[in-house]
């Protein structure tokens, strides 16, 4: 198992909170980051680490339609 940091974004685009995870796999902690991501009450964001690497970073857009 290996320890993930998701770093989530604020309204304000900068990191607001994190959260830090064991996952055996990449496959497996993006899932529980996004899982996590949706339970924020803000959505700008989140970027997740394992270790030096970043894993994905995804960015919240807005429909503008």
């Known amino acids: 198992m290996a320890l993930y940091r998701c ?3 604020g309204s ?3 990191f ?3 959260q830090d995870f064991q996952a055996d796999n990449d496959d497996e ?3 529980k980051a ?3 991501y949706a339970e924020e009450e803000i959505k700008a964001g989140f970027e997740l680490w394992n270790g030096a ?4 970073a995804e960015t919240e857009v807005e ?3």
């Not at 690497?53 to 994905?56: E, K």
Request: proline fraction near 0%; aromatic fraction near 10%.
């Open 29 to 31: 902690a993006i899932a």
């Open 63 to 65: 429909n503008k339609a």
């Open 7 to 9: 770093y989530f974004r």
């Open 16 to 18: 607001g909170s994190r």
């Open 53 to 56: 690497q970043l894993v994905i």
């Open 34 to 36: 996004r899982a996590l």
């Open 12 to 14: 304000s685009g900068h």
